[in-house]
T-cell receptor, first 111, second 112 residues
């Protein structure tokens, strides 16, 4: 079964609206990484969470890791066209330096 | 400071040909990772190195794939012979002591 699940798979929101992307693991997370990818480009690191209950923010993006350390959410406030892309979560489940990635959430922001 | 550098950015080749992808990690990073991304399977780890030594190659699809890291600033991923199902975007990433992985721009490989 899939170790890491992301939802939704795709999302279309109107500019200015808020949105949330979820990442759920079947294993305890030692670290959870959020990346953003634009078509034809590499992954850009956004944030990393390690502690249960941790929350980090950068500009209009906030990421949280639940207390049980098995689920993370990425919240974008007042979305803009520049937020469009694919958001991927990467999980460190304690296997050395390896990360397992979710299938990604494709975000489109309409005007 | 330069990020992870990959070359070529695009490669188109014919089935049966040898393909070599190259990566220069961020200076000072001691871990290097090769990933493959496809629509069907998403982002998959192929192999990773710590201090130039291959640690886990369980993701390498088959013997046609090989990777080397002759020194701390250079790695190659070779496919010989290439097949159409190898078409994908191949990413290299590097990190320091298991910290955040930083990705290169990727190589888009098309095997005809």
């Amino acid at each position: 079964s899939q170790e890491l699940e992301q939802s939704p798979q795709s999302l279309i929101v109107q500019e200015g609206k808020n949105l949330t992307i979820n990442c759920t693991s079947s294993k305890t997370l030692y670290g959870l990484y959020w990346y953003k990818q634009k078509y034809g480009e590499g992954l850009i690191f956004l944030m990393m969470l390690q502690k249960g209950g941790e929350e980090k923010s950068h500009e209009k993006i906030t990421a949280k890791l639940d207390e049980k350390k098995q689920q993370s959410s990425l919240h974008i406030t007042a979305s803009q066209p520049s937020h469009a892309g694919i958001y991927l979560c990467g999980a460190d489940t304690g296997t050395a330096s390896k990360l397992t990635f979710g299938t990604g959430t494709r975000l489109q922001v309409t005007l | 400071d330069a990020g992870v550098i990959q070359s070529p950015r695009h490669e188109v080749t014919e089935m049966g040909q040898e393909v070599t992808l190259r990566c220069k990690p961020i200076s000072g990073h001691n871990s290097l990772f090769w990933y493959r991304q496809t629509m069907m399977r998403g982002l998959e780890l192929l192999i990773y190195f710590n201090n130039n030594v291959p640690i886990d190659d369980s993701g390498m699809p088959e013997d046609r794939f090989s990777a080397k890291m002759p020194n701390a600033s250079f790695s190659t991923l070779k496919i010989q012979p290439s097949e159409p199902r190898d078409s994908a975007v191949y990413f290299c990433a590097s990190s320091f002591l298991g910290d955040t992985q930083y990705f290169g721009p990727g190589t888009r490989l098309t095997v005809l």
